[in-house]
């Protein structure tokens, strides 16, 4: 099992990384998981965009285009052998001495590994439960940075209560989940948080919303609160390695009959329509 580090491929029990690096001590960095199929590269050039604008909001110069980090995640897939799996990248601030102030000279830390991760088919056709937590992250949660202290303690609780995700709110308004985006369904039609500095703008849901632009599914970007979640006919999450699963019970409540509901299921169907024009091979 091979690993990047700084753009070399290295054995995995090769690779070190400084205890002064900025992201092991503030967290002062960026990251992406892009989803591979076929050992193929799932929406990479999205992915990759959100990584250089993250970059941006964080004064972060990614040292590589996107043609070559293209290049060497590819080439980390076929060294792998990975088939059905993800890709983690990480690129932090560097190593320096410890102060919180960016420092004059550091390189930034890049690191990329791979893992085999089966899509969730079972969750696809049964659908997860869901906890609601207060959304007690900082108020740039558009970046992808690694500092993720507010996603892990709601992932715990919804864990501690034997649920898939934490659905997360600032007071009334449904914001986002842990790791997913939420979308409900209302009379036929999608509603989910817009693309604010309140959630990160996911590229599963950039996919969905293309689908619904291409099969005429009715949907807008716009707030809407735990009342309007508790009483939606369809709720679903979404994210890179969860695609499309539905939700059906928040809070020990059902959603609708308590059943994956038929517009989430015709929008896995797109979805998978989608990983298969850009994956075969
Ligand atoms: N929101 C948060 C907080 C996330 O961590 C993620 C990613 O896992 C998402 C949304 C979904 O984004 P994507 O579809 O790009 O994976």
Redesign the pocket.
Known sequence: EKFILNGKLVDRSEGYVDVEDRGYQFGDGIYE?VRVYNGQLFTNKE?LD?LYLSAEKLSLQIPYSAEELTKQLQELVTVNQLNTGIIYMQFTRGTAPRKHQFPETSHLTFVAYTNEVERPIDHFEKGVSAILVDDIRWLR?DI?SLNLLG?VLAKQQAAEKGCYEAIQHRGEIVT??????IFIVKNNELLTHPATNL??K????QVILKICDEHQIAYREETFTIDDLLHADEVFM????SEVTPIIQVDQQKIGNGTPGALTRQIQKYFDQEIEKQTKQ
Not at 238 to 241: A, L, M
């Open positions: 998981v992915h959100r949660c992808k996603n986002e989940g842990s790791s997913s985006n959630i990160l996911g590229i599963t849901r979404s994210s890179t390695t």
